[in-house]
T-cell receptor, first 112, second 113 residues
Framework: GDSVIQMQGQVTLSENDFLFINCTYS??????LFWYVQYSGEGPQLLLQ?????NKGSSRGFEATYDKGTTSFHLQKTSVQEIDSAVYYC???????????FGDGTVLTVKP | GGIITQTPKFLIGQEGQKLTLKCQQN?????MYWYRQDSGKGLRLIYY???????QKGDLSEGYDASREKKSSFSLTVTSAQKNEMAVFLC????????????FGPGTRLLVL
């Protein structure tokens, strides 16, 4: 069945460190891929999305490339800040149904 | 812009109790969703509604009922709360277009004693 895998449950960094969060997906067809961010006490909000394979999405200094060859959509940021501390979810939208499938989330803690 | 409001923010219940969570949106979106969020887990879809009076089961519908009373509101009922259950319930809405973004509310935090 369809799935989204985020292996890193927790990531702890210092300010200005490089961020890399793994995300791989499994499905048939050509899904749209997303990263959502959830700050403490709030609901998830869309960070970025990419519809087309081999395209890159970017927002607020974060970027992710839709790599159909490796079925990956890793999230990167060159220099994280304390305000980036949040839970990050990779998600996939099925082509036919529009249904979203989420990964388990990665808790990012950035120390000052 | 718009906003999604979920009430209550915190809900404490007793084992076996029927509990109702409410969601309101002013985006004028047709489609609304209920997700369950457990610690360390992704969001799992409980129910969704494409339009007023429509209901569709998600992957986790057993133990829940839902009601789409009008376009702007979508309720979720836990039919029999399970002891020591703890989760966050998230409401979301979107246009009917399958490519559109889902917008989430802040969640209702449930604790069953």
């Amino acid at each position: 069945g369809d799935s989204v895998i985020q292996m890193q449950g927790q990531v702890t960094l210092s300010e200005n460190d490089f961020l890399f969060i793994n995300c791989t997906y499994s499905t048939t067809g050509y899904p749209t891929l997303f990263w959502y961010v959830q700050y403490s006490g709030e609901g998830p909000q869309l960070l970025l999305q990419v519809t087309t394979a081999n395209n890159k999405g970017s927002s607020r200094g974060f970027e992710a490339t839709y790599d159909k060859g490796t079925t990956s959509f890793h999230l990167q940021k060159t220099s994280v800040q304390e305000i980036d501390s949040a839970v990050y979810y990779c998600a996939m939208r099925e082509t036919n149904t529009g249904k979203l499938t989420f990964g388990d989330g990665t808790v990012l803690t950035v120390k000052p | 812009g718009g906003i999604i409001t979920q009430t209550p923010k915190f809900l404490i219940g007793q084992e076996g109790q029927k509990l109702t969570l409410k969601c309101q949106q002013n985006f004028n979106h047709d489609t609304m969703y209920w997700y369950r969020q457990d610690s360390g887990k992704g969001l799992r879809l409980i129910y969704y509604s494409i339009t007023e009076n429509d209901l569709q089961k998600g992957d986790l519908s057993e133990g829940y009922d839902a009601s789409r009373e009008k376009k702007s509101s979508f309720s979720l009922t836990v039919t029999s709360a399970q002891k020591n259950e703890m989760a966050v319930f998230l409401c979301a809405s979107s246009t009917p277009d399958w490519w559109d973004t889902q917008y989430f509310g802040p969640g209702t935090r449930l604790l069953v004693l």
